[in-house]
């Protein structure tokens, strides 16, 4: 197997192999500077990611739009959670960001009648997710775009009840999570 070594000035090296197949490879380069992606690479993994849950039950009124006060996180690899006051991921990283929320609805008097969850952006409504008629929870994911300074992700739930509706606590209930997938 043919190899060309091109030797650092001070030190280090990169070594182009080819294959041990038959067969001609073809490695072409980009036009412009920038950092040359492998599959080796972890690029995709570097960007800011993090996961959080209710931790203890949430009280909200009936069939009213309340944000999710997830207060417990699982890890937030960059400190772009805030679990403590705005309960919002704050990506300082331009790029696409795969967001995950899930409610777990109950209605400590009554009946749960509709369960939804959303992802909100910038204070708004983004996607509404998981529109069920249950006395569980629902689930939902989405690719957000934030240009890594003002934007913000925030998680919202909706329950309908004949009674009080509350929002079930624990990990496996109730979260929110977000990591980035691609640059800007």
Not at 27 to 41: E, F, Q, R
Not at 166 to 179: K, Q, V, Y
Request: proline share 2%; glycine share 10%.
């Amino acid at each position: 197997m043919s190899s060309i070594v091109v030797s650092g000035d001070t030190s280090g090296a990169i070594t182009i192999a080819a294959p041990a197949v038959s067969g001609t490879t073809t490695l072409t380069l980009p036009t412009t500077s920038g950092t040359v992606i492998t599959t080796g690479s972890t690029f995709g993994g570097t960007g800011p990611a993090f996961s959080a849950y209710l931790s203890s039950q949430q009280t909200i009124s009936s069939a009213t739009w309340t944000k999710v006060q997830c207060n417990t996180e699982d890890f937030d690899t960059n400190s772009n959670y805030d679990n403590a006051t705005n309960y919002r991921f704050t990506p300082t990283v331009a790029g696409y960001y795969q967001i995950n929320v899930s409610v777990n609805a109950q209605a400590s008097t009554g009946v749960v009648t509709r369960v939804i969850c959303a992802i909100y952006k910038n204070g708004s409504i983004y996607r509404r997710k998981g529109d069920i008629s249950a006395l569980y929870g629902t689930t939902g994911s989405d690719v957000v775009y934030c240009n890594g300074s003002t934007d913000y992700i925030e998680m919202y739930g909706y329950i309908a009840t004949t009674g009080t509706a509350t929002i079930n606590a624990s990990e496996g209930s109730t979260a929110f999570s977000g990591a980035m997938i691609r640059s800007a």
